[in-house]
């Protein structure tokens, strides 16, 4: 029986085989790895994931969906949302499950996730805020998103893409557009166009307090027409901040960097928790 895109997951199907190839040698899976499919639907990129993986992961909401992808003798299907999945526990699960012993190219996979998938317009940034709590269990990401929302996670300061997005991704992941997915490729076809991004979490990324930056980041670009000294700058002030940072400048014009030194300040400074 046809399944019809249910609206209320936004679901848009992606039926292009040149797209979906594309979208795979992007990835570029090999036998063994761990790797996590968010949303598979109908499993136009789970088919050709797991003919090279050997065996996939996919977390799918939708329950018909679901069934259907439990009849596939190779997935393992966690029917949940998204939002609702710790990603370390499917790392200790895959990893408890799924020996080195396995791989049958010879190489022994990293102990890391790779996620991927084509994910629901409508929760695209609270699924990347989730992941960003289980970063340390994860070797790189690979998402179809609204390319607005790729302009944004990627812009440079100074543009009028920067913003919160930017900030709160770059100072973790590097990031880079691979691939525009234009809404013929899909059925029904969005409205909008689409992207793939890759997101490599850094190495050895700055010491932060994630909910501190959160919180000043929100404040700066509560109001980004407006110079900081109108809004960080009276945050700032509210926490008896002592430091030097120029608010005579617009948020979008900070850097990153500057970003996180501030702070780093912030978590310097006497009384600070």
Partial sequence: MKHIARKRFGQHFLTDGGIIDAIV??????????????????????QPLVERLGHLTVIELDRD??????????????????????????????????????????????????VVGNLPYNISTPILFHLLDAVHVIEDQHF????????????????????R????????????????????????????????????PLAEPPVVDVPLLSE???VAFSQRRKLLRHTLGRWLEGKGFAGTFDVQRRAEEVPVAAYIE????????PGAT
């Fill in 65 to 114: 969906l679901a069934l259907r992808l439990r009849g596939h003798g190779h997935l393992t299907v966690i029917e949940s949302d998204v939002l609702k999945v710790d990603f370390a526990l499917v790392q200790s699960s895959w990893n408890a499950t799924h020996s080195i012993a396995n791989d049958s190219s010879g190489e022994a996979p990293g102990d890391k996730l790779r």
């Fill in 144 to 163: 179809m998103l609204q390319k607005e929302v790729i302009d944004r996670m990627v812009a440079k300061p100074a543009t009028a893409a920067f913003g």
């Fill in 25 to 46: 040698d992007a990835i570029g899976p090999k036998p063994g790895q761990r790797m996590v499919e968010i949303g598979p639907g109908l499993a136009a990129l789970t």
């Fill in 165 to 200: 997005l930017s900030v709160m991704l770059q100072w973790r992941y590097a990031m880079e557009n691979v691939l525009l997915v234009p809404p013929e490729s899909f059925d029904p076809p969005p409205r909008v166009n689409s992207a793939v991004v890759r997101m490599v």
């Fill in 262 to 269: 501030l702070v780093q300040q912030l978590q310097r400074a």
């Fill in 216 to 218: 000043l980041v929100q």
